[in-house]
């Protein structure tokens, strides 16, 4: 157990000092100050935290060797990214189980936690698929499409009744290459989402930073991409550039020259209060990431988030 004590939290509008108390690789507790901890104590000063990044990859799951694998980690973690997710190809119902184990497996040595989601072609959206994939506890669905036939024949009625219990998230992945019409059925895909109430979310990018309510969606929150109490202890330190340091430090606006953080390498990288990335040197720990096993997607969606769900709604129907 150790105190990171009053360290500067990079936020998108406030940036706050925080003392975080870290325990088994959790947040136990977070306060402004903590003057009365008498164990180890880490002093912050001249240092500025973030959250550790979580993101999409295509192509970790593809890597043929042992050593391809760590280099693809260090390439992660060099870009801040504690947690990856992962969404393998199945085209048949049949292959769902042995795919979504096949990547679990492909994983069981990452220093990095990760997420498994699938990557399925339209026709295999079904109610049968969906509820195997509930069983297994798959976040998050892939769906690959080309065309506005795809969307209107499938069993939206169906599909929503069985989502109540587990809402998986469905997100497109349109293959056109014409832009306009790419634009066109994504429009109609979050209408009928909308329309149905069933989460979706944009085409997933490989290597960006996953948003806030992209974590909520999923389910990753707030275990990931926040540090609260309960939390896992996954953050970026930075060097805090000198000719910032005349601002206020606290409660202070973030400023658009700090912003560059939420993309910058960070010089430390910590996972679940190890650290596997310090300046240039990477200290890789085989099989310390785990499988975040979602309990079930959306259950800390936030009231904005839900919100501009209900308008899409009413705009998709008219009210």
Request: with cysteine; glycine share 4%; net charge positive.
């Amino acid at each position: 157990m150790y105190l990171l004590d009053k360290a500067m939290k990079i936020d998108e509008e406030v940036n706050t000092l925080r003392s975080y108390l870290i325990k088994d690789g959790q947040i136990q507790y977070v306060t402004t100050t903590f003057d009365k901890w008498n164990k180890s104590r880490v002093s912050m000063k001249g240092i500025l935290m973030t959250n550790g990044r979580i993101t999409f990859d295509d192509q970790i799951l593809g890597c043929e060797s042992f050593h391809e694998f760590q280099t693809r980690q260090k390439e992660l973690i060099k870009n801040g990214f504690t947690t990856v997710a992962v969404a393998p190809l199945v085209e048949y119902e049949r292959q769902i189980e042995a795919e979504f184990k096949r990547a679990k497996h492909a994983l069981a040595s990452s220093t990095l936690d990760y997420v498994v989601g699938l990557t399925i072609p339209v026709c295999l959206l079904r109610t049968s698929a969906l509820r195997l994939c509930q069983n297994l506890r798959i976040p998050f669905l892939r769906i690959t499409l080309k065309s506005f036939n795809d969307i209107k024949k499938l069993p939206w009625t169906h599909l929503s009744q069985t989502l109540l219990t587990y809402p998986i998230v469905l997100v497109p992945e349109i293959e056109t290459s014409s832009t306009k019409l790419k634009s066109v059925l994504l429009k109609e895909w979050e209408l009928h989402c909308a329309n149905f109430q069933i989460h979706t979310a944009p085409s997933l990018q490989p290597l960006k930073n996953w948003s806030k309510p992209l974590l909520q969606k999923v389910g990753l929150f707030p275990q990931k991409g926040i540090l609260l109490n309960g939390s896992d202890a996954d953050y970026l330190l930075f060097h805090e550039e000198s000719s910032k340091s005349h601002y206020s430090v606290d409660q202070k606006v973030a400023r658009v020259d700090q912003n560059v953080y939420h993309e910058k390498e960070p010089v430390i990288v910590i996972v679940k209060g190890e650290i596997v990335k310090s300046n240039d040197t990477f200290s890789l720990r085989p099989g310390f990431g785990r499988l975040v096993e979602v309990v079930r997607p959306g259950r800390f969606m936030s009231l904005s988030e839900a919100s501009s769900t209900d308008q899409l709604h009413q705009q998709s129907s008219g009210g």
